[in-house]
Nanobody, 123 residues
Framework: QVQLVQSGGGSVQAGGSLRLSCAAS??????MGWFRQAPGKEREIVAS????????YYTDSVKGRFTISRDNAKSTVYLQMNSLKPEDTAVYYC??????????????????WGQGTQVTVSS
């Protein structure tokens, strides 16, 4: 059984930084990603990373501010978030799949989800 356990997140003022971590256990996973869902909005992709880590995807609104990375030896994916803005406020979810090796952007590409963690950015 696959488990994704998230850590990090919290509250920060605009311009600040936060780091999210997501540790996987249970089986070897391939592509991993981070999604977010703000109140009243649909869940959206934030960033994703291929199994090898050599391919990444970022949604336009976070390019240049967020960095996704992974440590396969630790089965962990990270999301470094810098220059945070109030519009980044959301519940953030990590996701993983064993079906695809490349960086995927659609939620239905992912089979396993973390528990979610709140990120709140105040102005």
């Amino acid at each position: 059984q696959v488990q994704l356990v998230q850590s990090g997140g919290g509250s920060v003022q605009a311009g600040g930084s936060l780091r999210l971590s997501c540790a996987a256990s249970g089986r070897t996973l391939s592509a991993m990603g981070w999604f977010r869902q703000a109140p009243g909005k649909e869940r959206e992709i934030v960033a994703s990373i291929s199994r090898s880590g050599d391919s990444t995807y970022y949604t336009d609104s976070v390019k240049g501010r967020f960095t996704i990375s992974r440590d396969n030896a630790k089965s962990t994916v990270y999301l470094q978030m810098n220059s945070l803005k109030p519009e980044d406020t959301a519940v953030y979810y990590c996701a993983a799949t064993s079906r695809f090796a490349g960086a995927k952007t659609m939620s239905n590409h992912y089979d396993y989800w973390g528990q979610g963690t709140q990120v709140t950015v105040s102005s």
